[in-house]
Structures are given as structure tokens and as C-alpha cells.
């Protein structure tokens, strides 16, 4: 494993010494009449945090083209977006995609690039220098030359260094309130399900987030229900095709909880989180969502103090963080807080 590392290590150095030259185009313009974000990697909390950006550039720029370069995976996200004027598809792991990809957007002749991520790997940097933007603008990046413009590292939520980063692009009065995404047909089906159960300021559960640290074993699942289900009218556990049965087993065993057993995107999700009166999470992801509706919520934690600086609620509704070691199933499900909102 340490090999691994050394070699990974070396490569990039490497990589960087070949790929990494000055920007020698470096020319900033304010308002840009084009933009490029980077996020070919983003997650659903990834794209919520930074929902705000395209918002903010159109209304004090209407005329600047967005452009995002994103993968087959997460396009949905960005597709529902009016304010993205054009997509942009790679493989996220073939350098040779990501080349034809760069080129393309060499013809564009884009004034700006965003690229928020910490690590570059060779094959983002040879992307970034084909793509041949008039400015770079990244995030403790001052150790490229590529990057003209760079963000320094500071204790601070994301929602901020995207602030920052549309303040050196020349923007101002920035509103980072979140965007949140939705579909007409998630929002029907969601109605529906709600309005067949009388279900109304119910608690929104979610037993599932990134890494076997972030997720409920069965046990933790019925410790966290059988006290949230004492004290609260209803919940409704938040699901995915993979884990919809096993939900609907757990949810037969109490007469107050529910499952909406069509979930098949996260637009579902989201419905359901927009109409609850809490939601409990250790998936940052649905904690965003959260924060974006303004819901009182319990957020699990690790004791990774970098990670949670830069992905905490950032809510100004009612929450309650609970931390944990190694595993969320550590925790003491009686100190959840089921009546937060």
C-alpha cells in the first residue's frame, strides 16, 4: 500500500514537471463573456454547495456563457439547470477521452476556468492545458503556473471558496443561497404517496452515506428508529433501488414508519426531504439537501476536523451534529434530538 502511495506520488511530480506550464494567455476580463467549471468527479452534495454559482453569474452577467464539464454519471444534476448553457461529457478514467474533450474545448475559446478540487491527477492537468482558457482559477493551487489565480487553503466551508472564487472571476454581492434542483414527475409521484398516507410533518431517515463508516448495520438502524418512532408522528426512510426491500421489511415492523418503495433518483429523495420537518443523516449529501429547505436536522459526523469544516451543515434551520470515531454505529441513538423542528 505504502508503494502504492510513492509511486502514485512520483507520478504526479512527474506529470507535473511535463504538463504544468505558465498560462502565458492570462488575461482577466470582467464580465467573462464564457465560463468553465470542472466537475467531471462532483456528487450530489458537491453540486448542491455550489448550485448558487450559475445563479449569481447569470443574474449580474445574463450574456456569459456557463459551460460545465461533467461525466455520463452525474450529467442528470446539471442537465435540470437553466442556468448551464452547455454540457460537456469525458470518461472520468481515459486520458485519451479526456484529451479529445480538451480539444473541443480549445475551440470554444473559453475565458475562464473554475476548478475547485485539492488533488490533480496527470491526466486533469494535460485536460486544463489543452483546454487553453484565458485564466485559471483554483483552489490551493499555488504551487501550478498553470493557475493564475488560486484560492488559498483557509478553514471555511466550500459554499465559500466558490464564493471567492466568483469574487476573482469579478463578480460581487454574492447570494450563496442553495438552488435546489427538482422534476415534475418526482414531485407528482411524491405527492401522491404522501397524500395516500395522510403523511405530514413526518421525519425524513437516512440510514446510508459514502464508506462503510457512514452506514447503518441493522442493529443501529432499529435502535435509532425504535426511539425516533416513540416520539414522533411518522417517518418516512429515505431509500434506493439496491436497499428498497430491506427498508420496507424494517419499515412492517412499526405502524409509524414509511417507505416510498418508487424511489429511483435522487429528485425523489429530494421531494420527500422538501416536504418533511427534519431529516436525520450521516450522508452529507442528503444533509445539504436538508440544509437547502431550511429543515431542522441530526447530521452524523467522523472526527475528521478538515472534512467537517469544509462539509458541515451550513444550515440556518435547527441542528443537532453528533460525532463519531470509527463508525457511525458508536453512537448512542438516544441522544438524537426527534423533536429538533
Known sequence: MRLKFILRKYRLKLGKCFLDKKNTQATPIFPPKSILFLRQDGKIGDYIVSSFVFREIKKQSPQTK????CSAQNAYLFEQNPNIDALYLVKTKDIADYYRCGKKLAAEQYDVVIDPTLTLRNRDLLFLRTIGAKSYIGYQKEDYQLFDRNIPAQSVHYVEIYRQALEIAGFSHINTEYDMPSNSQSSQAVAEFLAAHQLEDYVAVNFFGAGSSRRFNEDSMVALLNHLSAQTKSIVLLTFPAVTEKMQALAKRYANVFVFEKTQTVFDTIELIKHSKMVVSPDT?????????????????SLDEENFVHWQPNNSAKTQIIRFDKSVNEVDFKQVKANLA
Open 66 to 69: 456557463i459551460g460545465v464539464v
Open 285 to 301: 449529501a442528503i444533509v445539504h439537501i436538508a440544509s437547502g429547505f431550511h429543515k431542522a436536522t441530526v447530521a452524523f459526523y
